[in-house]
C-alpha cells in the first residue's frame, strides 16, 4: 500500500479489485466475480424503488422470468425513492451500479453525463429488446440526444386528486378546461361552507409549476438550465404565500407533521395535485373518496400535460447487456408480467400490457379512464427535457418553497435563492 | 482523592534509567514479545490505516477540490472554504448546530448533576434508579429512537395533548419550525444518562472529613455545595463539559430520523452534519462536503483549546495530582 502523497480512492478500490481477482483465480472455481457460473448461468442485479407491495409484484413476475429464461438469474435489492438514489449514486461512483435499475426522467441526463447509462440502441438493433408496441409514443420519454437510456414500463400524467365528498357537498364539478380562477374559486367556497382548507399546497409541486409555465408558452427545464425567470416565480409563489394566508391552502406545519402521509387523505385539504398513478394511496390511508380532476388551465384549453413515465435503464458497465435487454424486453412487453404488476408502476406502457391487464379495482380504472379522457381531450404534449441536476433543483424547489410558507423566508429572498441554489445545482 | 493517580505516579518505571547491556537470550524475547505484540495489534492498525486514516487523507485532499464522485477531483485551492461563508445555508446550519450546543450540552450536564447528587446519597432502591436514568444514554442514539421522539412529538400526540391539556397548544413540535429543535435538544437532555454515571464517581471521591467540618463551622448545604462539592468534583465536571460539547456538535442521527431526512421543516433542524451529508450524498458535491468535515474539525479543535484555556480559572486540582 502507498504509505504517503495523495492515496487516490480509485487506486485503493483497483487494489482491492485487483487482489479480490487474484483471490478469485487462485480459488479456481472459474467464478469470475458474481455473475458467471460454470453452466453458463448469469446472474443480474436489478435495483428498484418502493415499498413492499411493489417488491411482492416484482418478485413474482422475476419468478416468472426466471421459469422462461432458466439461464438467466435476478438478484433484487429495493429502498424507498430518496434511500434508492443515495445508495445508487455511491454504487455508481465506485464503478459497481446495478446491471438493470428503475430510473425517472430527472436522471436521464445527469447519469448520462456521467457515463452510467447504457444506450439500449445497440441492443435493440440485435433484436434482443423490442421497441415496438409502445402507446401515445412514450418511448421517447427514455430518449435523450438520439440515445435510447431508458424504457418505459408505465405511463402517468399529473393530475388534480380530489377529496369526492368535499366536493359533491360544496356542489363542485371539476370540468375540463377548467380555469386557475374558477378552481381557487372552488377552493374557498369549500373553505367557506365545508370548513377544510382546499389544497395542500399547490405552489411547491415543481412538475405542476412546468405545467402552469407550459400552458403559459414557457417550461420549467430547458435542455441545460431553467425556462423561466424571477418575475414568473416571485408571482407565483407570491399568490401561493397570499392564499396560504386566507386559509385557503391547508397550513404547513400540518402538512410536515403528517408526512409521509398525506394531508388529503387525513382530511386536512380537499384536493392535492400528484401523479395519477399515486391515486391508489390516498384510499389506503384515508377513508373518504378519492377521485381524479383535470389540471386547471389558463386559456380554458391547454393543460400543459405530457405523459411521463417510470422506466428501465441498464448500467453501461454491465458484462451481461444481452441478458439485461432481455429481461427489460420481458419486463415491458409481456402480459403475463403485465397482470402480475397491474398500475403500480404507472398505466402499462405497451399496448400487449395494456389490453392483457384489465382493472378491476375502481381505483385503477379511474386511473386508466383518467388518461383516456386526457388522451381524448388532445392536451397531451411532449415532455420537456430534464437537463442534468434536475433532481437536485426539484429537491431545492419544494424545500425553499417550504421555507417560504412557514414564513421563514420572503417571498423575494426565496425566489433569488432557488435561483443562485438551481443554477449551482444545474452547473455542477 | 488522588490515589488511584499517586500509586501510578510513583510506580517504578519499566525501563531502569542506566540500561545495563542486555543478554542476547533477552533481546531476541524482547524482539519476539514486540513482534507479538505488533500481530495482535495489526487488526487494530489495518482497521486505522485503510477506515481512519486513510479517508482523512483523502478527505482532505477532496477539500481542496470539486469533486462530484464520478469524475476525477479538480484542484480548486480555498474556494469551497469561500464558498461555504457565502452560502446562506451553511450559515442557518452553524447556527442551528450553535443553538442546538449552547442551549443543550447545559441542559443535559445540569440535569445530570442534579440527579447525581439526589443518587449519590445511599438510600433503598438505589441501583435501581441509576439504571433507569441510564438506560437512555444507552439506546439514546439509536434510529428508532428517533422514531419513537418524532411519534411523541407530532400533532395530537403525547407532548401536545399535555400542552393542550395546560393550556398553550403548538399544534406538535415536529412540523413547527420554531419548535422543532428543541424536541431534538429534549432528546439530548433525557439520555443524561452517561454524564450523571460519570458525576456519581466523581462524587463518591469528595472526603466525608470536609463536610463534617463544614458543618461545624455552621455551613449550610448550599454553601457546603458550592465551597466543597463543586470545586472538589470540577476536573469531573471538566470532563463531561467537554466530552458532550464535542459530541453536541456531531448530531445527526436524531435531526434526520425526526425530520424524516429532510432537515426540515424550513431548515429548521439543519445541523451541520445534515447539510454535510445532503451536500455530499444527495447533491453529490463531495469536495464541499470534505471541507464542511475539516471545517468542523477546526471549530470542534477551537472550542476544545478554549475550554482547556479556560480550566485554569475554575478546575481544582490537587496539588499533589498535577
Known amino acids: 500500500m502507498q504509505k504517503n502523497g495523495n492515496v487516490e480512492r480509485r487506486t485503493i478500490l483497483k487494489a482491492a479489485g485487483a487482489s479480490a481477482a487474484v483471490l478469485g483465480l487462485a480459488a479456481t472455481t472459474g467464478c469470475g466475480g458474481d455473475s458467471d457460473s460454470g453452466d453458463g448461468t448469469v446472474t443480474i442485479r436489478y435495483a428498484w424503488w418502493g415499498a413492499e407491495e411493489r417488491a411482492k409484484r416484482i418478485n413474482q413476475t422475476i419468478a416468472l422470468f426466471e421459469k422462461k ?105 371539476p370540468e375540463q378546461g377548467w380555469t386557475w380562477d374558477e378552481y381557487f374559486k372552488a377552493l374557498k367556497k369549500i373553505h367557506d361552507t365545508e370548513k377544510i382548507s382546499g389544497d395542500t399546497g399547490y405552489f411547491g409541486v415543481m412538475y405542476l409549476y412546468d405545467l402552469y409555465l407550459r400552458q403559459n408558452g414557457k417550461a420549467f427545464f430547458t435542455e441545460d438550465g431553467l425556462g423561466f425567470d424571477e418575475a414568473d416565480l416571485t408571482e407565483w409563489w407570491a399568490d401561493g404565500y397570499n392564499r396560504l394566508k386566507a386559509g385557503i391552502i391547508t397550513d404547513p406545519k400540518k402538512i410536515q407533521q403528517l408526512r409521509p402521509k398525506s394531508a388529503l387523505a387525513s382530511g386536512d385539504a380537499a384536493s392535492e395535485f400528484t401523479w395519477d398513478n399515486f391515486a391508489v394511496r390516498y384510499s389506503t390511508e384515508g377513508d373518504s373518496t378519492y377521485a381524479l380532476a383535470p389540471i386547471p388551465t389558463t386559456d380554458g384549453k391547454q393543460t400543459g400535460q405530457y405523459l411521463a413515465s417510470l422506466m428501465l435503464s441498464a448500467s453501461a458497465r454491465t458484462e451481461h447487456p444481452k441478458e439485461v435487454a432481455q429481461f427489460i424486453d420481458f419486463m415491458v412487453h409481456d402480459p403475463e408480467a403485465a397482470k402480475i404488476m397491474g398500475y403500480d408502476r404507472g398505466i402499462l406502457a405497451t399496448t400487449e400490457q395494456f389490453d392483457a391487464f384489465k382493472p378491476t379495482d375502481p381505483v385503477s380504472k379511474e386511473i386508466a379512464q383518467y388518461e383516456e379522457d386526457t388522451s381524448a381531450a388532445g392536451v397531451l404534449g411532449a415532455i420537456t427535457p430534464h437537463p442534468s441536476g434536475a433532481d437536485t433543483v426539484e429537491a431545492t424547489f419544494l424545500r425553499i418553497a417550504d421555507d417560504m410558507s412557514q414564513g421563514k423566508t420572503k417571498v423575494a429572498d426565496a425566489v433569488k435563492q432557488f435561483f443562485s441554489e438551481a443554477k449551482a445545482a444545474l452547473a455542477a | 482523592m488522588g490515589t488511584a493517580v499517586t500509586l501510578v505516579k510513583d510506580s517504578p518505571p519499566q525501563v531502569p534509567a542506566e540500561r545495563p547491556a542486555r543478554p542476547a537470550v533477552v533481546k531476541r524475547r524482547g524482539r519476539r514479545e514486540n513482534l507479538a505484540g505488533y500481530l495482535f495489534m495489526s487488526p487494530w492498525i489495518a482497521g486505522f490505516l485503510l477506515l481512519t486514516a486513510g479517508p482523512m487523507v483523502a478527505s482532505l485532499y477532496f477539500a481542496f477540490t470539486d469533486y462530484n464522485l464520478f469524475n476525477s477531483p479538480k484542484w480548486i485551492g480555498l474556494d469551497n472554504f469561500t464558498k461555504m461563508f457565502d452560502d446562506p445555508r451553511w450559515q442557518k446550519s452553524v447556527e442551528v448546530t450553535a443553538k442546538y450546543v449552547i442551549i443543550g450540552t447545559p441542559l443535559k450536564l445540569l440535569l445530570a448533576l442534579g440527579v447525581a447528587l439526589l443518587l449519590a446519597q445511599s438510600r433503598r432502591g438505589q441501583a435501581f434508579y441509576r439504571a433507569a436514568f441510564y438506560a437512555p444514554s444507552l439506546i439514546g442514539a439509536s434510529v428508532s429512537v428517533g422514531f419513537v421522539w418524532r411519534a411523541l412529538f407530532s400533532d395530537d400526540a403525547v407532548v401536545d395533548k399535555a400542552q393542550t391539556f395546560l393550556g398553550f397548544h403548538t399544534g406538535g413540535w415536529v412540523g413547527d419550525a420554531d419548535w422543532v429543535l428543541y424536541s431534538l435538544v429534549a432528546l439530548t437532555v433525557w439520555q443524561f444518562g452517561a454524564p450523571m454515571v460519570i458525576f456519581l464517581a466523581g462524587l463518591k471521591q469528595v472526603p466525608r472529613e470536609l463536610y463534617e467540618a463544614a458543618e461545624v463551622d455552621g455551613a449550610g448545604p448550599f454553601r457546603r455545595f458550592w465551597n466543597i462539592t463543586l470545586p472538589v468534583i470540577s476536573p469531573v465536571l471538566f470532563f463531561n463539559v467537554l466530552l458532550e460539547t464535542i459530541h453536541s456538535f456531531q448530531i445527526f442521527g436524531s435531526a434526520y430520523v425526526v425530520s424524516n431526512g429532510y432537515c426540515g421543516p424550513a431548515d429548521a433542524t439543519l445541523v451541520y452534519t445534515c447539510y454535510l451529508y445532503q451536500k455530499g450524498f444527495k447533491e453529490a458535491q463531495m469536495g464541499f462536503a470534505s471541507a464542511m468535515a475539516w471545517m468542523l474539525l477546526l471549530a470542534v479543535a477551537l472550542v476544545t483549546a478554549v475550554l482547556f484555556w479556560s480550566q485554569k480559572r475554575w478546575v481544582h486540582y490537587e496539588e499533589d495530582a498535577r
Request: aromatic share 10%.
Open chain 1, 69 to 173: 429464461y432458466p439461464k438467466i438469474k435476478v438478484k433484487t435489492d429495493f429502498q424507498d425513492y430518496v434511500a434508492f438514489w443515495e445508495k445508487f449514486q455511491t454504487q455508481a461512483a465506485g464503478g459497481n451500479p446495478p446491471d438493470v435499475f428503475q430510473n425517472a426522467v430527472a436522471y436521464l441526463r445527469k447519469y448520462d453525463k456521467r457515463g452510467i447509462l447504457l444506450d439500449l440502441k445497440s441492443q435493440i438493433d440485435a433484436g434482443n429488446l423490442s421497441l415496438d408496441g409502445f402507446r401515445a409514443g412514450v418511448e421517447k420519454v427514455g430518449q435523450v440526444d438520439g440515445k435510447q437510456l431508458g424504457i418505459p414500463v408505465g405511463s402517468n400524467t399529473m393530475s388534480l386528486v380530489i377529496d369526492q365528498k368535499v366536493f359533491d357537498k360544496a356542489g363542485i364539478k
